[in-house]
């Protein structure tokens, strides 16, 4: 078996995930049923981030790694796949904290706008 192939197909979900806690509010602009996954995916986005919690989906990927025989990356996954681009070398805990509000702003924005609407619609 091809354990990289899965591995990566396992990273290339984690940053759908990712991507999904922080800009998945806007599929509830549209949809307001993603609300019931994408919350719960923000909040445990931002938890990961505020209490430097390891995520489930890294320790997979890295199995999945070293079963390949290939050494597996330290860190967490945001800090390999995501941090390593766009701050290299500068991952501390007040980048996590700076995340994890990130995270949580975007979110409150977004949401606020819907539920803006969702009164205005009431009220017509």
């Keep these: ?3 990289r192939i899965l591995a990566d197909l396992v990273v290339i979900l984690h940053f759908l995930f990712v ?3 922080l800009f998945g509010a806007i599929l509830a602009l549209k949809w307001k ?3 019931w996954l994408q919350i719960p995916a923000a909040l445990w986005a931002a938890a990961v981030e505020y209490a430097n919690l390891p995520c489930p989906i890294t320790p997979l990927e ?3 790694i070293r ?3 290939l050494k597996a990356y ?4 945001v800090e390999h796949h995501m941090l390593s681009i766009l701050y290299p070398g500068q991952f501390d ?3 996590r904290i700076i995340l994890g509000t990130a995270v949580l702003l975007l ?3 977004i949401y606020g706008k819907i539920l803006r609407r969702s009164r205005k619609n009431d009220l017509e």
């Design 1 to 3: 078996m091809n354990y």
């Design 19 to 21: 991507i999904f806690a």
């Design 33 to 35: 049923q993603a609300m």
């Design 62 to 64: 890295k199995w999945l």
């Design 67 to 69: 079963k390949e025989g």
């Design 74 to 77: 330290q860190g967490s996954f």
């Design 93 to 95: 805990n007040s980048t």
């Design 107 to 109: 979110n409150v924005v």
